[in-house]
């Protein structure tokens, strides 16, 4: 798992659900943020949004 503009990953993980489990719990104490899984190919499988969009608010 790694965050969007960091060079590491943020720690290693026995399964992909035990990842994406921490990824949406950091994700939700650093509001806006954005969670993608992805295939391991590149396409996206899955995608959550949490906290509101500053744009969106300000109906831009």
Do not use: C
Not at 16 to 39: C, M, Y
């Amino acid at each position: 798992m790694t965050k969007e503009g960091e060079d590491h990953p943020r720690g290693e993980f026995s399964s992909r659900e035990e990842a994406i489990a921490e990824a949406v719990r950091l994700a939700g104490s650093d509001e806006p943020a954005k969670v993608t899984v992805d295939n391991g190919d590149g396409t996206i499988s899955e995608e959550w949004l949490f906290g509101s969009d500053a744009v969106t608010e300000l109906g831009a």
